[in-house]
């Protein structure tokens, strides 16, 4: 990557706006004359990196011609949790691309991505004059989930409302794509179960935990 300085407020890229619908969100934004191509580096939020560590491979090429064609640059919302785009403006020189190092707000913006649905469900088998009862339970997921990522929580006389509303147990296999239904567990009679986010909001920001 051929890096300069901006030497001049003419090789700016500014005013970036996002548009979002139906899973794709599209970007616009003001570049003079003078530019004629841009690079367009994608990444997670939390993982923006200095443009001297970006590489040609973090990056992708995108002409003022593709610009008008598509009225702004398309990516698809396929991601979740929140995704930033950097648009460093680029000049041909003597057959080879300058790129400007502008790193300052005007050229970024940062999209929040759909939650990743978590589907679950729990189900109770109880035994007439059995002080103990059957339970199964199921997680229906569009993502792959660590085991780590959920707990169920088990609490005396009623449903628990909260991670904290009686005692976490934690998962012991990860959950593939799909559904997954866990060998069945006996607890008191009396007992109840549900399923949360075992770090609680912080997951939350990025799935979202839905009972069937």
């Not at 790129?99 to 999209?111: A, C, G, M, S, Y």
Request: glycine content about 4%.
């Amino acid at each position: 990557m051929n890096w300069e300085p901006i030497s001049s407020p003419n090789q700016e890229i500014k005013d970036v706006k996002q548009t979002i619908q139906d899973a794709e969100v599209r970007l616009n934004w003001f570049w003079s004359n003078e530019i004629d191509f841009v690079y367009i580096y994608k990444t997670a939020s939390d993982n923006v990196m200095p443009a001297d560590e970006i590489a040609e491979r973090d990056v992708k090429l995108y002409t003022r011609e593709e610009y008008k064609i598509n009225r702004g640059y398309v990516s698809k919302l396929d991601t979740i949790g929140r995704t930033s785009y950097r648009i460093f403006p680029c000049q041909k020189r003597e057959g080879k691309l300058v790129v400007f190092r502008q790193e300052d707000e005007k050229n970024l913006i940062t999209i929040t991505g759909a939650r990743a649905k978590i589907y679950f469900s729990i189900a109770y088998k109880n035994k007439l004059f059995q002080p103990r009862k059957k339970v199964k339970m199921a997680i229906h997921t569009e993502l792959p989930l660590e085991k780590g990522l959920l707990v169920y929580v088990k609490k005396s006389g009623g449903v628990p409302n909260s991670l904290e509303d009686g005692t976490a147990y934690p998962f012991v296999r990860d959950f593939p794509a799909g559904k997954t239904v866990s060998p069945e567990i006996e607890i008191d009679k009396n007992e109840f179960i549900r399923i949360f986010f075992s770090t609680g909001k912080n997951i939350a920001q990025h799935y979202e935990l839905i009972p069937e």
